[in-house]
């Protein structure tokens, strides 16, 4: 009989992947999933240990996972991290997990369950989708490209859990979003610690893709996307796009997006974290804030639909409130469409924590308040402009009041909505991944609401 494993998976979307491997490898080996913990003959829990509410979201789940079912193994990025003598964190916090292994360690999970769970006699292998295992929707999925980063900025801690930049092959990567978009997938959001510097740490190396010779880089990679996703009348979103110079190549591809509706998205996700040169010398950040102006005007008229998603930090040690006022100032100027914003938080393990003239608390969330405020001021005035503009929608549920779905500038999960109204016709219907378009008639907030 085969073994059921109950399943938590928690933190970004690369963790979502290395949950997705796990779950391939368990269905191919016929080992049952579990709703609940009482069906459960084990329970993995992949962890988060990025910042410190992400810590305490990860052991509260390990401490839930042990108190009801007992057998717990942890896998994930709070898997790597140690206390201060080199001990085990999470083994010194809740002793009774049977395993700890750090992230991208699918091999190493399987052989802890293998340990405690024999896996099912004979197991086959066919019963697993081409696609593997996923956790997202039917309609989108996310491609990891890339494992680790090359970067050591100073609040981060990610290259001491995952390390340092390792690319996958191109010809995998596009055979597996080949796959994806032929299993129904509709839009396909790429994803990774450095997109831009995809092929880097193996010299852009060349690969082969559909019988022809390709460089492992960003363009060549998002060049074939782009056809790929043609082909199937699907969508390509980028996330975590440093503004290298090389990125100004791709836009030409997203400004062929208004005349096929479909391919790469003109959508930006870019991680600038600040403006001011001073506070990203500190943070040790690959670009200046001046560079990253001029760019992303360029950008704007390369492509005037582009939508540019961001995130920053607030309160950085030795960020001045005039620092500060030129970050609001380059928000305004850079015209972001979608802006997020933390209050900085100490990481344990991140040089940050040594540098001078911390930031108080209560002025680090009263800079992101004000940040937050700006940025919707931004947002809403933005998106007041596309009011009597149709627009596509892709459709990610349905209700009775129609359809809930999103732009080509919205992520899943992290940008704005689209409430479309009922159809006029009480025979038409919408579905869960269709792409329709509509005429936007009014906003609300960061969302809007349109009708066909």
């Given amino acids: 009989m085969a073994g059921t494993i109950g399943f938590i998976s928690l ?36 962890t988060c240990g990025f910042i410190d509410s992400a810590v305490e979201e990860s052991l509260t789940a390990i401490g839930e996972a ?66 593997g295992i996923k956790l997202t929707p039917k309609h989108y999925a996310y491609l990891k490209i890339s494992e680790g980063c090359n970067h050591r900025c100073t609040f981060c801690i990610i290259p001491s859990l995952r390390g340092d930049l390792v690319s996958r092959p191109i010809g995998d990567v596009l055979l597996e979003a080949k796959r994806l978009f032929e299993s129904g997938v509709k839009e396909l959001l790429v994803v990774s610690q450095d997109t831009s510097a995809y092929g880097v740490d193996i010299q852009y190396r060349t690969g082969f893709w559909d019988g022809k010779p390709v460089k492992t880089r960003m363009f060549d990679l998002v060049n074939a996307l782009n056809q790929i996703a043609r082909e199937h009348e699907a969508w390509v979103r980028l996330h975590y796009v440093y503004p290298y110079p090389h990125v100004d190549d791709i836009l030409p591809l997203m400004a062929e997006f208004a005349e096929y509706g479909y391919g790469v998205l003109p959508y930006l996700d870019i991680p600038l974290q600040h403006a001011h040169p001073d506070v990203l010398k500190r943070m040790k950040r690959p670009a200046s804030g001046e560079k990253n102006l001029e760019r992303i005007l360029a950008w704007r008229t390369a492509c005037p639909e582009l939508v540019i998603r961001s995130t920053f930090i607030a309160g950085f040690p030795g960020e001045t409130e005039a620092e500060f006022d030129y970050l609001l100032n380059f928000l305004e100027e850079a015209q972001i ?106 906003s609300q907030g960061h969302d809007l609401i349109a009708e066909t």
């Fill in 11 to 46: 933190g970004c979307p690369k963790a979502l992947v290395d949950s997705e491997l796990i779950l391939t490898q368990l269905s191919a080996e016929g080992y049952e999933t579990a709703k609940d913990y009482s069906g459960a003959d084990l329970v993995i829990v992949n």
């Fill in 66 to 131: 042990l108190a009801e079912n007992g057998k717990v193994i942890v896998t994930g990025c709070l898997g790597a991290k140690k206390n201060a003598d080199g001990s085990d964190l999470i083994q010194s916090i809740h002793p009774k997990v049977l395993a700890v292994t750090g992230p991208h360690a699918t091999d190493e999970v399987m052989q802890a369950i293998h340990l405690h769970l024999p896996k099912p006699h004979d197991p086959f292998v066919d019963l697993v989708p081409p696609i």
């Fill in 337 to 442: 469409d979608r802006a997020g914003c933390f209050a900085y938080s100490p990481v344990d393990g991140a040089t940050a924590n040594l540098l001078e003239n911390p930031v108080p608390v209560d002025v680090r969330e009263e800079r992101r308040a004000r940040f937050m405020a700006k940025a919707e001021e931004i947002s809403v005035k933005r998106l007041t402009k596309k009011i009597g503009k149709r627009i596509q929608v892709l459709i990610d549920r349905v209700d009775e009041s129609g359809g809930i779905g999103r732009t080509i500038g919205d992520a899943p999960e992290i940008d704005g909505l689209v409430r479309v109204l009922p159809a006029s016709k009480p025979s038409k219907r919408y579905r869960a991944g269709e792409i329709i378009r509509a005429t936007v008639i009014s």
